[in-house]
Nanobody
Framework: QVQLVESGGGSVQAGGSLRLSCEIS????????LAWFRQTPGKQREGVVV????????YYADSVKGRFTTSQDNAKNTVYLRMSSLKPEDTAMYYC???????????????????WGQGTQVTVSS
């Protein structure tokens, strides 16, 4: 079992920055795929970042590439999402999610993720 708790959302003007945190508890020893998803009302959940703990690889969606970066504090079991040059279209509820992969690369498909946080709202005003 894994528990995920996001924090760090808020309101910011376009061009600003925010850092989201995802604190992981429970089984933190198994290999995992961890992703940041975002969702706005009426739209499908979009995977913006996927982290593969097995190979130290990270996927960034084209929509955030060059503006979002991830980092980890293993001592705190926390993954961070640093969001810079924010745009109004980045406004969404942001979720971190995780699953233990059997084999193959991590996926960006939401249905594969077993564990989800409660979400944190990011609002970017123009």
């Amino acid at each position: 079992q894994v528990q995920l708790v996001e924090s760090g959302g808020g309101s910011v003007q376009a061009g600003g920055s925010l850092r989201l945190s995802c604190e992981i508890s429970g089984d933190t020893y198994s290999p995992y795929c961890l992703a940041w998803f975002r969702q706005t009302p009426g739209k499908q959940r979009e995977g913006v970042v996927v982290i593969d703990s097995r190979g130290d690889s990270t996927y960034y969606a084209d929509s955030v590439k060059g503006r979002f970066t991830t980092s980890q504090d293993n001592a705190k079991n926390t993954v961070y999402l640093r969001m810079s040059s924010l745009k109004p279209e980045d406004t969404a509820m942001y979720y971190c999610a995780a699953y233990s992969p059997w084999r193959g690369p991590c996926t960006v498909v939401p249905v594969a993720y077993k564990y989800w946080g409660q979400g944190t709202q990011v609002t970017v005003s123009s």
